[in-house]
């Protein structure tokens, strides 16, 4: 067994700059959950209102949807390096800035900054990590990194709420700079070409924008995760909004109950995400990816009707073992499915759709909460993550004999040349249309005919179809 766990952190042995990296999320994110804690405790002991909480909240995951939808872009042409180090500086200023201010409505702005810079961090680093490592390391580094963020997701409230109690919200708020100064400092020394391997092409912000969208809608393992992981984004949301009232009122749990959940959630995620890696090379991707949604689908499912807190925190517990792979699967699959060249906007694509899909069904189980009742939030949630196991075993069916893996071969990481034959392509869509543009105006009775279809009409229909290059 010791063995078998040292081969798991070779990839922390083996390279440097995955190392600095690891340790670089490792504080940041500790920083990150401990801070949202304590910027919910501080907008709501100032404004009583749980308005200004989901002002807060929606003032951090917006940002990484606009982002997302109209910049992801930049996460490929500028480097990724600098991008982060920018982002860790402006995250700890805001923190520095948070301790001096009173007014609620200061509070949420510097947290939808904070928004911003994480917007730009997170794509940056899960599209970079990739170069760090050999390719024979990935999956292993991978289930590593997310592992850690779990880690943070899971210490990071309860040092927190030590912390508030000690001294209110300020020392979170000084920690957590503490945290992005370490973390940039970190990032600082890596090379910022060990965090590309392919340089990046543009052809213009917006066809750059088009390419990445084209790219997500035409590569087998980027549909998958983003129809399967945006269906299950529903479910999560019922799962959050509920959680609260499950415990206090149809568990009676109470506060220390609700937290003995969150923790057994905390752990399932650790372990899920740590041992994915060594479950895929058993099972494959296909088998690891549908089992892990299912499991989700068991667990919380199950946990809709069940009798006690105990009980609820082990069934939630074994859900969050197949949410932790399932993030590790994700990842995975974006790398086979991206070139670094373009990983950076896919990353943000999907990551856009999917905070803004949650943040949608977020308000939809708020209203199913109150309409139902908390069990039934999770039981529904339950049969939405069985949807989304049927979606993602479906996505990634067995290929025929005489094609290679199902999604696994879509878009090499190193298809620089595809990348360069996609943005040709649309270059000869664009001038072909100009030219039949041309052709019409003079051909055709002016002005009524020459109306009929305009240069964005036939250039979105032609982007709609023309990614084979991306993908085939």
């Not at 109690?165 to 503490?178: F, H, K």
């Not at 949301?237 to 009232?245: G, K, L």
């Not at 009409?457 to 982007?463: K, T």
Request: one cysteine or more; glycine letters at 10%.
């Amino acid at each position: 067994m010791a063995g078998r766990a040292t081969g798991r952190l070779t990839p922390l042995r083996r390279n440097r700059g995955f190392s600095l990296l690891f340790w670089a999320t490792a504080g940041s994110a500790i920083g990150t959950y401990l801070a949202a804690l304590a910027l919910s405790v501080d907008v709501f002991d100032s404004t009583g209102s749980g308005e200004w909480l989901a002002a807060l909240l929606i003032a951090d995951f917006l940002p990484i949807v606009v982002i997302g939808i109209a910049l992801g872009p930049l996460v490929d042409r500028l480097s990724r390096r600098r991008l982060m180090i920018v982002s860790d500086v402006v995250r700890a200023a805001v923190f520095v800035a948070l301790p001096f201010l009173d007014r609620p409505v200061l509070i949420v702005v510097l947290a939808g900054i904070n928004g911003i810079a994480t917007g730009f961090f997170r794509p940056a680093a899960w599209a970079g990590f990739p170069n760090l490592v050999p390719e024979e390391d990935r999956e292993q580094a991978t289930s590593l990194l997310s592992t850690v963020e779990h880690v943070a997701w899971t210490l990071g409230p309860v040092i927190a709420g030590g912390m508030l109690a000690l001294s209110g919200p300020d020392l979170a708020y000084w920690v957590n700079a503490a945290t992005f100064v370490l973390s940039a400092a970190l990032v600082a020394r890596i090379p910022a070409r060990s965090l590309r391997s392919d340089e990046p092409i543009t052809r213009g912000h917006w066809d750059d924008l088009r390419a990445g969208i084209g790219l997500v809608f035409r590569s087998r393992p980027l549909v998958t995760v983003l129809v399967a992981w945006n269906v299950s984004a529903l479910a999560t949301a019922f799962v959050n909004v509920a959680e609260v009232p499950f415990v206090k009122d149809d568990l009676g749990g109470g506060n220390i109950g609700l937290g003995v959940l969150v923790g057994a959630t905390g752990v399932g995620l650790v372990i899920g995400s740590f041992f994915a890696a060594s479950v895929l090379d058993r099972i494959g991707m296909r088998s690891l990816y549908a089992g892990s949604l299912l499991l989700m689908a068991i667990g919380f499912g199950a946990a809709s009707v069940s009798p006690t807190l105990a009980v609820a925190a082990v069934l939630a517990a074994f859900a969050t073992l197949g949410n932790g792979a399932a993030i590790v699967c994700n990842q995975l699959l974006v790398q086979t499915g991206a070139p670094d060249a373009m990983r950076g906007r896919a990353l943000a694509v999907l990551m856009s759709t999917y905070y803004g899909v949650l943040g949608i069904a977020m308000a939809a189980g708020g209203i199913l909460v109150d309409a139902a009742s908390a069990r039934v939030a999770w039981a529904v949630a339950g049969g939405v993550y069985l949807l989304s196991t049927v979606i993602a075993f479906a996505l990634m069916r067995a290929p025929a004999e005489n094609e290679a893996p199902a999604g696994m071969e879509v878009v090499q990481p190193t298809g620089l040349e595809r990348i360069r034959t996609l943005m040709d392509e649309i270059d000869e869509t664009r001038r072909r249309e100009q030219e039949g543009t041309r052709s019409d105006v003079a051909l055709a009775p002016p002005p009524k005919e020459t109306r009929g279809g305009s240069v964005s009409d036939f250039e979105s229909d032609a982007l709609a179809g023309r990614r084979a290059s991306v993908s085939d």
